[in-house]
């Protein structure tokens, strides 16, 4: 079975410090992970997927296989990163996605 | 092409109506995707298609659920017989056989009372 943790539910930064929102997964195949955001009344978007490794809005995420994991990452935090955090997983043969619950960013001015 | 885009918005409903929502994918994308999302917790599986045909359904996916997508374009999600716990966000996503991730529509958000 397919599953995504994300273990905070909230997570608070000030502005300009390092931010790490995690997820953890549960698969047995090669999985392939993404990042989705929601920035407030808007949509669900595609923030990054750990194949393209680029960096997003200075985001970067790197899939740890040993460690499960594909933990999101940003050295300097701005107010408009404050939304909801999506970590999913999509399994061999382009299964449809699974979602974690989402972690809530907070970026205090 | 405006992307996903899903109607209608809001629906209010009384409990033990019909309701059905409708999705417009982008145009040259070939899977269609079904969501559900509450309160606190991550979009939901509900579905998929690629074009016409439906190759997975959730076991959230009850029998008062049907979805469709007629000559492989938009899609129809009804739900029959409407009960309190179906009120959700309910969200549509397409993308290409391999593509890069997922296009969201807005979502419909449904309330039963």
């Known amino acids: 079975a397919q599953r995504v943790t994300q273990p905070e539910k909230l997570l608070s930064v000030f502005k300009g410090a390092p931010v790490e929102l995690k997820c953890n997964y549960s698969?047995?195949?090669?999985?392939?992970l993404f990042w989705y955001v929601q920035y407030s009344r808007q949509r669900l978007q595609l923030l990054l997927r750990h194949i393209s490794r680029e960096s997003i809005k200075g985001f970067t995420a790197d899939l740890n296989k040993g460690e499960t994991s594909f933990h999101l990452k940003k050295p300097f935090a701005q107010e408009e990163d404050s939304a909801m955090y999506y970590c999913?997983?999509?399994?061999?043969?382009?299964?449809?996605?699974?979602f974690g619950k989402g972690t809530r960013l907070s970026v205090i001015a | 092409d405006t992307g996903v885009s899903q109607n209608p918005r809001h629906k209010i409903t009384k409990r033990g109506q019909n309701v059905t929502f409708r999705c417009d994918p982008i145009s040259e994308h070939n899977r269609l995707y079904w969501y559900r999302q509450t309160l606190g917790q991550g979009p939901e599986f509900l579905t998929y298609f690629q074009n016409e045909a439906q190759l997975e359904k959730s076991r959230l996916l009850s029998d008062r659920f049907s979805a469709e997508r007629p000559k492989g374009s938009f899609s129809t999600l009804e739900i029959q017989r409407t009960e309190q716990g179906d009120s959700a966000m309910y969200l549509c996503a397409s993308s290409l056989e391999r593509g890069n991730g997922y296009t969201f529509g807005s979502g419909t958000r449904l309330t039963v009372v």
């Open positions: 999913a997983l999509s399994g061999t043969g382009n299964t449809p996605l699974v």
């Open positions: 698969y047995s195949g090669s999985p392939e």
